[in-house]
């Protein structure tokens, strides 16, 4: 069965730090990866996707993430953190055939950022 | 982007009542729609796939005599929560796949609909 997971629940960092959020897979074919962001009182938003092609994904924000098939990762990073970039943070597989997946989220990693 | 919009975004009821939620695709057409429940500080849970001009798929352990859904257009797809109780208090989010120029359409989401049931 499809699942994700996301060790972190929580990660704290200062404003300026650079950012690495952890995502594990399991999928029994190539995947769909997303990574979505929440922000309080607000809708997911897409930060990037992964379904085939270069590894390293460029989404909106200023932030990246890597697919790494040997290691069933695909962690989202950001050089600078902002501090508007405090938000639950989800990453999802796309869990279906055709275009209509069905997402699987993973638990979501809280993002708090120090000034 | 495509928008999806929920209504109401809150709504508080009494126990034993039924509450409908809308979901819209505002400017694109969906044939198929995503219901996902979100319990506090936890993540999306898929309930069901709704489908235009057929029955509901529900995923395992949801109840479909309680999540009642009906796709009623290309654009609307309603949840109707039957007979609340307060176990069933928690937010409910709906998304619809857009286009996309390649792989997997892209899902949008609602802003959610906050259900507290009394």
């Known amino acids: 069965a499809q699942s994700v997971t996301q060790p972190d629940i929580h990660i704290t960092v200062s404003e300026g730090a650079s950012l690495e959020l952890r995502c594990n897979y399991s999928y029994g074919a190539t995947p769909y990866l997303f990574w979505y962001v929440q922000s309080p009182g607000q809708g997911l938003q897409l930060l990037l996707k992964y379904f085939s092609g270069d590894t390293l994904v460029q989404g909106i924000k200023g932030f990246e993430a890597e697919f790494k098939r040997s290691q069933s990762s695909f962690n989202l990073r950001k050089p600078s953190v902002h501090w508007s970039d405090a938000a639950e943070y989800f990453c999802a597989v796309g869990a279906g055939l055709g275009g209509y997946n069905k997402l699987i989220f993973g638990a979501g990693t809280r993002l708090a950022v120090h000034p | 982007g495509a928008v999806v919009s929920q209504h109401p975004s809150r709504v508080i009821c009494k126990s034993g009542t039924s509450v409908k939620i809308e979901c819209r695709s505002l400017d694109f057409q969906a044939t198929t729609m995503f219901w996902y429940r979100q319990f506090p500080k936890q993540s999306l849970m898929l309930m069901a796939t709704?489908?235009?001009?057929?029955?509901?798929?529900?995923e395992q352990g949801v109840e479909k005599d309680k999540f009642l859904i009906n796709h009623a257009s290309l654009t609307l797809s309603t949840l109707t929560v039957t007979s609340a109780h307060p176990e069933d208090s928690s937010f409910y989010i709906c998304?619809?796949?857009?286009?996309?120029?390649?792989?997997?359409?892209?899902?949008?989401f609602g802003p959610g609909t906050r259900l507290t049931v009394l």
């Open positions: 709704s489908n235009e001009g057929s029955k509901a798929t529900y």
């Open positions: 998304s619809a796949p857009g286009q996309a120029s390649g792989g997997p359409n892209e899902q949008f």
